[in-house]
């Protein structure tokens, strides 16, 4: 099976701060990683496809980088409402796995 | 638009088996294959497996045994079942559409606990 490492566990950062989490995975998974947004009760929302694509309707400050084993999601200038769990996935063999989650709060 | 809502017992004893239903609106269980996705205290999010748009299965080794994934295209329903449950099978279960850049929308959730 793919593991992936994902880091840091948490983060806490201030308004307006770029924000970089990290997804290594154990062999290379071409481009098929994505990354979620988790908040508290809600739907796991889907931010970035295919490591730098942009879903419909997520603001821009929101992207993604990488292919083969390393990836980054970036978000440029942190907004409040952006305190939540993000979580990557890798869709390039089964079984599928995910990242253990970051933690992301507001200084 | 598209909603997925899962619907579950809540509470399972151990060793029974869990049912759980995941309803769709805003698109065709005939064009999309659906995932069932798990998170647990112990293990995090694991991939449980998929139904595929065409009604074909696959599922992940470590839920094999014990995991059946079914759909009523008519009802817009698609079903989980995993027998011999144990009290490391307590999370969350999620229901998921795979688009065409992998899980597109999911479902809230349902909370299930194992316990006698």
């Known amino acids: 099976d793919i593991q992936m490492t994902q880091s840091p566990s948490f983060l806490s950062a201030s308004v307006g701060d770029r924000v970089t989490i990290n997804c290594k995975a154990s062999q290379n998974i071409n481009r098929y990683l994505n990354w979620y947004q988790q908040k508290l009760g809600e739907a796991p929302k889907l931010l970035i496809y295919n490591a730098n694509s942009l879903q419909t309707g997520i603001p821009s400050r929101f992207s993604g980088s990488g292919s083969g084993t390393d990836f980054t999601l970036t978000i440029s200038s942190l907004q409040p409402e952006d305190v939540a769990t993000y979580f990557c996935l890798q869709h390039n063999s089964w079984p599928y796995t995910f990242g253990a989650g970051t933690k992301l709060e507001l200084k | 638009q598209v909603q997925l809502k899962e619907t579950g017992p809540g509470l399972v004893q151990p060793t029974q088996t869990l049912s759980i239903t995941c309803t769709v609106s805003g698109f065709s269980l005939t064009s999309y294959y659906m995932q069932w996705v798990r998170q647990t205290p112990g293990k995090g999010l694991e991939w449980m497996g998929f139904?595929?748009?065409?009604?074909?299965?696959e599922y992940n080794s470590e839920f094999k045994s014990r995991l059946s994934i079914s759909r009523d295209t008519s009802k817009n329903q698609v079903f989980l079942k995993m027998n011999s449950l144990k009290t490391e099978d307590t999370g969350v279960y999620y229901c998921a559409r795979e688009g065409r850049g992998g899980f597109d929308y999911w479902g809230q959730g349902v909370m299930v606990t194992v316990s006698s």
């Open positions: 139904i595929r748009s065409g009604g074909s299965t």
